[in-house]
């Protein structure tokens, strides 16, 4: 019996459980607990790091990426660059703002070239879910499904 990688094996729902935890409550915890300690700007530089590592780890031990692995970790990378650029908390939380602004711009593009991004987030949670990639993709660009997203 070989040995297989401990993210294949995985399931889907235990995937989840986990993205959950380190992108959003660790993050959350990490800024309650240590901003006093560390400080307002290292605790939002912290904060980011493990999301960042567990993203390359389970890319590199998948060995596959899918649209919403992408642009969760460029989301956490770019994120990390604002906060890096930044200097001061307050400067931090304005570029944010910018930042937030960008992201809306580049998801409204996306709806008006007619190829939404949460579509595609979409279809990597169904292809996470067991379902068929190339089958849901021709069911979600259907005319009526197509208009929900």
Known sequence: MTEE???KNMKPTLMLIVDFVLFFIFPLVFWELCREVVGDYPAMILSTLP???????R???TGKLNYTGICVFLN???GLLVDLLSGSA???LWNNVF???ALLFIYSVSVAA???LYLYF??????????DRKLTKELFFEKKTYKLF
């Open 122 to 131: 979409a279809l990597d949670l169904m292809a996470m879910r067991g379902y």
């Open 90 to 92: 307050l400067q931090l």
């Open 114 to 116: 007619r190829k939404p």
């Open 76 to 78: 956490l990378t770019a």
């Open 5 to 7: 990688s401990t993210v």
């Open 99 to 101: 930042y937030s602004a």
């Open 59 to 61: 890319f590199n031990d």
């Open 51 to 57: 999301g960042i590592l567990y993203g390359l780890y």
